[in-house]
DNA sequence: TTAGTGACTCCCG
DNA sequence: TCGGGAGCCACTA
């Protein structure tokens, strides 16, 4: 566990509520690192306390929802339990509930 | 120490 | 509007 996975894990539960999503540029953003959204890509891939860290919420610039560790459509799953609504494998209003 | 890899993003044609 | 290529950063072997 490195601190810039720690700082990614936190940030994400403290900003990204239920029924949100935020890009994985975004999050780098809001953790000082904006060029870092390949690390934050790869600190997702590596989240050991999935689901307590809502890794789901994270998803691609444009609405795509990217890629999952697990099994992708668990990542859909979870999403609609949080009235976040997908089609084929992009986020419905998209713009709307993205931080 | 270094090179390769990846849940990505941005720019340009 | 869309696709390809380059760049970015952290992690791992």
Redesign the pocket.
């Known amino acids: 566990?490195?601190?810039?996975?720690q700082l990614c894990y936190k940030t994400l539960k403290e900003k990204v509520p239920a029924g949100k999503v935020i890009?994985?540029?975004?999050l780098?953003k809001l953790i000082n690192?904006?060029?870092?959204?390949?690390?934050?890509?790869?600190?997702?891939?590596?989240?050991p306390f999935?689901p307590e860290v809502p890794?789901?919420r994270?998803?691609?610039?444009?609405g795509?929802l990217?890629?999952?560790?697990?099994d992708i459509s668990l990542?859909v799953k979870r999403l609609e339990e949080e009235s976040v609504l997908v089609e084929n494998g992009k986020v419905v209003d998209f713009k709307k509930i993205c931080i």
Do not use: I, L, W
């Open positions: 566990m490195t601190e810039f996975q890009t994985y540029g975004g780098a690192h904006p060029n870092a959204y390949r690390a934050v890509g790869s600190a997702m891939n590596k989240n999935a890794c789901h994270v998803v691609k610039s444009n795509d990217g890629k999952f560790a697990y990542k």
